[in-house]
C-alpha cells in the first residue's frame, strides 16, 4: 500500500465486526522484501501487508482483518509501516516467524505489527500469537501509541528469543495490554514482556504474566544512549514458571568493550505502584551486570522506585553498580532476601 487508504473488514448492518473475519494470508512465495536499517540493527521486512510511505506522505488504517503467515515458505512479518502513519486496530495476526544472522547482524523478519522511520501510529486491541524464533509480537520506531493488545508467546525452548512488545530508538505509550509466554533466551539476556531499548515513554495498566521478564530498559549498546521511562500500575507475574529466573523489571546500562567500545547508557526511571509477583528471581534489578563477552554496564541508572509491591522472589530488589536512585515506601512481602547492594550508594 504505498498511498492515503482505510483498509477496513465488512461489518454487520449494526456496525459490528463479522465474526469471521476476512483474512489476508501470505502466498508460498513472498516476492518483496525491504532492508530496513534502525537505529540498533539493520532489519530484513518480508510482510504479508507492506505499507509503504517512502514516495510521501500518506495515513494507512487497517481495521478488523486476520493476517496469516502459515502459507508463507520464507520469514515473513504481519503488518510493516515504513515512512506512514495510521492506525491498526481490532486484528489478528499469527504465524509469522523470522531468524538473527549472528555474523551479518541482521535480524530477518519475525514482527507480528512492526513499524519503522517516520511513522506515529496507533496500535489497538489487535490479537498476536504464533511467531516463533526472534520474534516480537509489536516493534515500534519511532513514536506508537501501543494500547489493549494482546500478545502470546510460545512459551517454548524450540522457539527462543522472543519479545512481547519492542520499543527501540522510540518515543512510545505502552498502555493496558495483556502479554504472556516469552521465556527462553538465545541471543537476549531477556525474553521480556515490553523492552524500551535506548527509549522514552510510558507503561501504565498492563498485565504481564508468566514471561522471563516484564520489563526489560536498556541504554548505551549504540553509541551515547538515553531512556527516560514511566512505569507505573502494571501487574507482573511469574509465578507459574519454572526453569527460569524471572525478573519483574530490569534496567541496565551497557558499553561495548574495547576495541568494540562506542558509548555509555543513561536511564532515568520512575517505576511506581507495580505489583512484581514471582516464584524465584529477582523483583526488581537496577544496574544490571551482565556476563556478555562483548558488553559490560557503563553509565548511570537514575530511578525512583516508590509503592510498589515486590513478593514471592528469591530477592526483591538488587542494585547492582549504581548510585543515585532512590527507594521508599514499598513493600517486600515473602521474600528470601529483600534487598541486595553491590558497589552502589543509594537512597
Known amino acids: 500500500i504505498a498511498k492515503s487508504l482505510d483498509l477496513r473488514a465488512a461489518e454487520s448492518e449494526g456496525g459490528e465486526r463479522e465474526s469471521e473475519r476476512p483474512e489476508i494470508r501470505a502466498p508460498a512465495e513472498v516476492l518483496e522484501e525491504y532492508f530496513i536499517e534502525t537505529k540498533m540493527m539493520s532489519m530484513s521486512a518480508t510482510p504479508v501487508v507492506m505499507v509503504n510511505g517512502s514516495s510521501g506522505n500518506i495515513s494507512v488504517d487497517i481495521t478488523g482483518f486476520v493476517i496469516d503467515g502459515s502459507s508463507a515458505s520464507v520469514d515473513i512479518d504481519g503488518i510493516v509501516y515504513y515512512n506512514a502513519d495510521g492506525i491498526i486496530e481490532g486484528n489478528e495476526i499469527k504465524n509469522i516467524w523470522g531468524e538473527f544472522i549472528e555474523e ?62 519492542l520499543i527501540m530508538g522510540a518515543t512510545a505509550t505502552v498502555n493496558d495490554n495483556t502479554i504472556s509466554g516469552h521465556v527462553y533466551t ?130 526483591g530488589i538488587k542494585l547492582l553498580n549504581t548510585s543515585d536512585s532512590t527507594v521508599y515506601l514499598n513493600d517486600f512481602v515473602n521474600n528470601t532476601q529483600n534487598a541486595v547492594g553491590d558497589g552502589s550508594t543509594n537512597n
Open 104 to 165: 551479518e547482524k541482521v535480524w530477518l523478519n519475525g514482527a507480528g505489527i512492526a513499524v519503522f522511520s517516520d511513522s506515529n501510529i496507533t496500535i489497538n486491541e489487535n490479537d498476536i500469537h504464533d511467531y516463533t524464533n526472534w520474534g516480537v509480537g509489536i516493534f515500534a520506531n519511532p513514536k506508537a501509541v501501543v494500547t489493549e493488545n494482546t500478545v502470546i508467546g510460545l512459551s517454548s525452548k524450540d522457539f527462543p528469543d522472543q519479545c512481547g512488545i
Open 186 to 315: 538465545d541471543e537476549w539476556w531477556y525474553a521480556p514482556a515490553i523492552g524500551f531499548f535506548e527509549s522514552n515513554g510510558s507503561a501504565q495498566g498492563n498485565t504481564l504474566t508468566d514471561n522471563q521478564a516484564g520489563f526489560w530498559i536498556v541504554a548505551g549498546m549504540e553509541g551515547v544512549g538515553q531512556c527516560s521511562v514511566f512505569i507505573e500500575d502494571n501487574a507482573v507475574n511469574a509465578a507459574g514458571l519454572s526453569g527460569v529466573e524471572p525478573s519483574g523489571i530490569v534496567l541496565g546500562t551497557y558499553a561495548r568493550s574495547p576495541p568494540y567500545y562506542i558509548g555509555e547508557g543513561y536511564i532515568t526511571a520512575t517505576i511506581d505502584n507495580n505489583q512484581f509477583t514471582g516464584g524465584s528471581g529477582t523483583g526488581i534489578i537496577i544496574g544490571d551486570n551482565t556476563h556478555h563477552p562483548f558488553l559490560y554496564p557503563a553509565g548511570e541508572v537514575t530511578a525512583t522506585v516508590t509503592r510498589n509491591v515486590v513478593s514471592d522472589y528469591e530477592c
